[in-house]
C-alpha cells in the first residue's frame, strides 16, 4: 500500500489514563468511543489496559468485531438503532441509546426471544437537534417503556457539538441533572448513566464546581488527538499526534503552477482556482479523496497541498529534496483521523511499549 498510519499506542494509553483521572476526580464514568477509528482491535485493546472498561461504537458489526476479539468491557451503541437492527443490538450490544418508542417495544420482543435483559439509555434533546426526545415528553416514554418486558432504562443522555454545534453549558448540565433528579424520584429509578455529553464537554469537566447528577461522559477525538471538539484546541498535558499519514511520493515533475488549455469542473464536480507562481516542482502522493478527507491533513514536510483527485494528492515540493519513493508525513485532524481509519486501503501500523526493552516496536496490521 502507498498510504499507511502511524499509531502511537503509548501517546493513546497517556490520554485515556489522563482523562479518566480527570473524570474521576468529578466522580464521573467515562466511556471511551471508538467509532473513529473504525472500532481498531488494537486501539480497542489498548484502552482496557488502560482501565477503561466501557467502549461505544455506533456500528454494531464492529461491537461485533470487538467482541470475538475477546476485549472484556461494557459495549454501548451510540447511534439509535434501527428497526432492522434489532435482532444483532440484542446480540451483541449491552447498552443501547434510544429515542423512539417502536424501536424499543422491537427490542423489547427480540429480547424476550433471546431471552435476554438489554439496558437502554433515553437520549433527550438539549438543543443540537440531533437525536433525543424532547424534555417534556420523557416522562410519558418512560411509562411506556415500563411496561415492556426484558427492557431495563440505566440512564439518560445528551448530546452537544455534533449537528447544531450547540455548547454544553454549565445551564444545560443544570437542566439535564434537573431531569434526571425528577425521574429517579417520580419512578424509584437507579440511572447510573446521566451522560452529559463528549469531548465537547471538556470545558465544562474541567471548569464546573457542580456536576449535579452527570456521572458519565464518552470521549472519543480527546482520547485520540488530545483536543477538545468546541474550539478544536489541544489539551494541555495530552498529545496531539498519537495518529500520522504516511504517504509514498509516486510522481516527482516541474510543471506548470496553472492548468493550462479549455479548463471545466474537474472529477468531484469542482472547478478550480490556482495561483500563478511559474513553473514549481510537484510532487503526488498516492492517496487521495477515496481513502482520506484531504482537507483535514498537515503536511509535516516543507510542503504545500496544492489539491486533490480521488487517488492523488499533489503537494508543491519546490523548496524540497523530495524524490520518487519517498515518504511525507501528514498530520491529521478527526475528519481525516476517522476517513483512513475506516479505509480498507490504508495500512494501520501501530506502536507498543515493550517494557522488557524499553522502546517501542512497530507492529503492522494483517
Known sequence: MTAKVEIDLRKIRHNAVTLKKWCEEKGIQMTAVVKGVGGDVQIARTLVESGLTSLADTKVERIAKLKSAHIPATYMLIRTPALSEVNKVVQYVDVSVQSEIDVVRAISAEAVKQNKTHAIIIMVEMGDLREGIMPKDVPSFIEQIRSLPNI???????????????????????????????????????????????????YWLKQTKDVGCINHLRFGESIFLGRETIRGAAIPHLYQDAFCLVAEVIEVKTKPSVPYGVQSRNAFGETPIFQERGMMKRAIVGIGRQDVYVSGLTPLHPVQIIGSSSDHIIVDATYTDIQVGDFIRFAVDYGAMISLMTSPHVQKTYVRTDEKNGHFPTKTSA
Open 152 to 202: 431495563q432504562i440505566v440512564g439518560i443522555g445528551a448530546n452537544f457539538a455534533c449537528f447544531g454545534g450547540v455548547i454544553p453549558t454549565d445551564q444545560k448540565m443544570h437542566e439535564l441533572s434537573s431531569l434526571a433528579k425528577h425521574i429517579q424520584k417520580q419512578y424509584a429509578l437507579f440511572l447510573p448513566y446521566v451522560s452529559g455529553g463528549n469531548s465537547a464537554n471538556y
